[in-house]
């Protein structure tokens, strides 16, 4: 029990967050002029803060190129002004487009935790062109989830100005645009910057090099002069219109459709906020990347579409991801019909509810009706997900959750085991102060129409970082009777293992390198409940090393073995003789990738592979060339060979993955980007081309061409359409 009691007392210390800087902001009534000069008469009387830290190349000195920035606030605003020094105009960016990438370019991040509970922000990123980028941040990222989400937008104002040996951004954010406690009087606050010329990246309050630069636990604190007044969000109105003509070759069928369909945000109080969706189109979401899949396994593709995006922490951070994800957003829109073919799934209206109950609890409601289709099998669906996340000590937190798909009403084409499935689930995350503890702990259950009793599901990972030692292990089951119809499970009814080790060395007095790499990730999968218990594991060794202009060299070691419980074609040839069920096959390859620096006008990635797969052998070469004038335009072709070579009986095959794209930013409202995507192993090629143009703030005009093709033997039509779509914001 002693040693129960230091653990706790431990654990909760660490859990402390950290704050080092502290700038007083000034309350204004002097108008202030959006224009990245600094002559208002307001920013004279404005507190200074600089002394910025390096995060890269090395986490213990001051950044060699300052930023300076001053805050005020009035009743309806918060100003900053940002003064980057630079050491000249050589400034890396890829395009103009909102939420713009900021791997190996220039930018500014201004980041804003509002509730001060270093588990949830704000993130506002600009640079010297003045583009814009908003994000929600959480600290799932931390903890194994996705920890960011740039589908949130808001309205906002920033331009940016270039000097001789600086350049000014000026932020104007309307506190309409953010939640807050009525009457804050501070909030943790940071700016992250990257200086591609001094190839440096820094941050108003220090963080360790190990760390993540955008960890909500390495922040510091603005006071303001005066309590804030009422959050108040407005009322938005978000409608569409949609035409689309087209025509399906495969059934000699012409299409003509004109949609139309609404999205309603409605705030709760001051934190939390309804979105509601009726009749959603997302014909202007960007389409999935083509993959290949060698695996015995379904691909894991990313949700795309903005409602199921938003907010997306609280409804998707749960178990563990690929082998125990019990909610994946991209199960609701689509169904099997009668012969198993994978088909759109209508979905007619969905309601979100997500926000903050009180400083640390804070709850999420999703619900999702989608349409049926008799005449394909398809019943109607009630999609529903409940979950309340309660925040303890100041990272560390744990979540209910509640899931349940359920057809609407008694379809005879439905088996009775099919008619609902739910799922019921406990989480507890940790997160330390300084980064250096991070774990979960999950235990899941789920319920059919069938009464069965191995039906749960639990896991844990806890995990180690520190400056040269990162060491993690984990583990996780699925009973054979668990079930997650809006889940991402590969497999049901198994163990699995997985310890890590990474070793970091930093090595002194090097103006090339930034570190090297050592680690070992093992995966042990059994399945207790089968003849074969054991079925496989995976080494993998790998040796890196970064550089200060963020190229990278790594070589790896796959050693692998695996048993088929059922029939395989890794090459998925029609036709063709599988590999058989109920043996092992032990198999190991080599691979060596080498990425040049993102920041050059022409980069590229290659890496090669070759060694042994199942019985046979395996060689492949994956590029990625990409090529920009920047700040307008950006191209890239992928190129992914695979050779496979099975002895006989079974097929051998050559699979091309080629996929050039285009994209045009013509200012920061017009973009164009074109996707062309060709594999032999799926026999498809398609072509994507996406015109965008915001008229007003967070309102588009897009022109979408979509075409398919069928390459078997020759080049046959499949599907094509044009869309032209229209949304509007209405703020009330």
């Known amino acids: 029990m002693k040693n129960l009691f230091y653990l706790t007392c431990f654990l909760f210390i660490q859990s402390l967050p950290i704050n080092a800087q502290e700038l007083t902001v000034k309350y204004t009534e002097d108008k202030i002029e959006i224009d990245g000069l600094p002559d208002d008469k307001a920013w004279q009387n404005a507190e200074i803060a600089s002394d910025f830290w390096q995060w890269r190349p090395t986490d213990t000195v001051q950044a060699v190129k300052q930023t300076e920035f001053k805050a005020l606030f009035d009743k309806e605003h918060i100003y900053i002004l940002i003064k980057a020094y630079t050491k000249e105009k050589k400034f890396t960016v890829y395009n103009l487009e909102r939420d713009f990438e900021t791997k190996s370019a220039d930018y500014i991040q201004l980041i804003f935790d509002t509730f001060n509970d270093a588990s949830n922000a704000f993130k506002f990123q600009t640079n010297h062109l003045g583009l814009k980028g908003d994000m929600l941040l959480s600290t799932s990222g931390s903890l194994g989830g996705r920890g960011m989400n740039s589908s949130w937008d808001a309205i906002w104002e920033v331009e940016s100005k270039l000097y001789d040996d600086s350049y000014i951004a000026e932020v104007k954010i309307p506190f309409n645009q953010l939640y807050f406690i009525n009457g804050s009087k501070s909030w943790r606050f940071n700016i992250y910057r990257s200086d591609t010329q001094s190839l440096e990246h820094s941050s108003w309050a220090k963080i360790p090099q190990e760390q993540r630069i955008g960890d909500l636990g390495f922040?510091?604190?603005?006071?303001?002069?005066?309590?804030?007044?009422?959050?108040?969000?407005?009322?938005?109105?978000?409608?569409?219109?949609?035409?689309?003509?087209?025509?399906?070759?495969?059934?000699?069928?012409?299409l003509n459709n004109f949609d139309?369909?609404?999205?309603?945000?409605?705030?709760?109080?001051?934190?939390?906020?309804?979105?509601?969706?009726?009749?959603?189109?997302?014909?202007?979401?960007e389409v999935d990347d083509q993959l290949v899949n060698l695996s015995q396994w379904e691909l894991r593709l990313p949700e795309k579409r903005q409602f199921f995006t938003q907010n997306s922490d609280l409804f998707t951070d749960f178990g563990q991801e690929r082998d125990a994800e019990p909610f994946f957003s991209r199960r609701i829109g689509i169904s099997k019909d009668y012969e198993g073919n994978t088909v759109e799934n209508k979905i007619i209206n969905g309601i979100r509810l997500s926000g903050k109950l009180n400083d640390n609890l804070r709850i999420g409601l999703l619900n999702v009706l989608t349409e049926e289709n008799k005449s394909l099998g398809i019943p109607q669906n009630n999609n529903t997900l409940f979950t309340i996340r309660n925040k303890v000590f100041a990272r560390s937190n744990y979540s209910f959750f509640f899931i349940n798909r359920e057809n609407t009403k008694d379809y005879d084409f439905i088996e009775n085991q099919k008619k609902f499935n739910r799922v019921l689930g406990f989480e507890y995350n940790l997160a330390s102060k300084d980064g250096e503890w991070k774990g979960r702990t999950f235990f899941h259950k789920s319920f059919t129409p069938e009464e069965n009793d191995k039906n749960t599901s639990f896991g844990m990972?806890?995990?180690?970082?520190?400056?040269?030692?990162?060491?993690?292990?984990?583990?996780s089951y699925v009973g054979d009777d668990f079930r997650s119809d809006l889940g991402y499970y590969r497999r049901y009814g198994f163990i699995k293992l997985t310890p890590f080790y990474q070793y970091r060395i930093y090595p002194k007095n090097n103006d090339k390198i930034l570190n090297y790499e050592l680690q070992n990730y093992t995966a042990l999968v059994y399945r207790p409940n089968k003849n074969q218990k054991f079925e496989g594991r995976w080494f993998i060794s790998s040796f890196k090393i970064k550089y200060r202009d963020v190229s990278e060299i790594e070589v790896k070691q796959n050693i692998r073995k695996d048993y088929l419980y059922f029939d395989f074609d890794p090459t998925r040839t029609k036709g063709s003789v599988p590999l058989p069920a109920n043996n092992f096959y032990s198999y190991t390859d080599y691979e060596m990738a080498y990425s040049s620096p993102d920041k050059d006008l022409f980069n590229f990635r290659t890496e090669i592979q070759v060694g042994d797969f199942f019985n046979g052998k395996k060689f492949s070469l994956n590029n990625e060339f990409k090529f920009r004038v920047q700040p307008y335009f950006n191209t890239s072709l992928k190129i992914n060979y695979d050779s496979i070579e099975l002895p006989e009986p079974y097929n051998s095959k050559d699979i091309w993955l080629i996929s050039p794209k285009f994209q045009f930013t013509f200012n920061k409202k017009t973009f164009w980007t074109t996707y062309v995507q060709y594999t032999n192993q799926s026999e498809n090629l398609g072509i994507n081309s996406r015109l965008q143009w915001r008229f007003a703030p967070l309102s588009d005009l897009y022109l979408v061409y979509n075409d398919n093709y069928f390459t078997t033997g020759s080049i046959e039509p499949q599907f094509r359409s044009i869309n032209l779509k229209l949304t509007y914001w209405i703020n009330i």
């Open 260 to 285: 139309y369909g609404l999205d309603i945000k409605i705030p709760i109080g001051n934190s939390i906020n309804v979105d509601l969706t009726l009749n959603p189109d997302f014909s202007q979401v």
């Open 219 to 254: 922040m510091g604190k603005m006071n303001f002069e005066k309590p804030l007044g009422e959050s108040k969000k407005p009322v938005s109105f978000i409608p569409y219109i949609n035409g689309s003509i087209g025509k399906d070759f495969s059934q000699e069928k012409k």
């Open 461 to 475: 990972r806890l995990s180690r970082n520190t400056r040269k030692h990162y060491i993690s292990m984990g583990g």
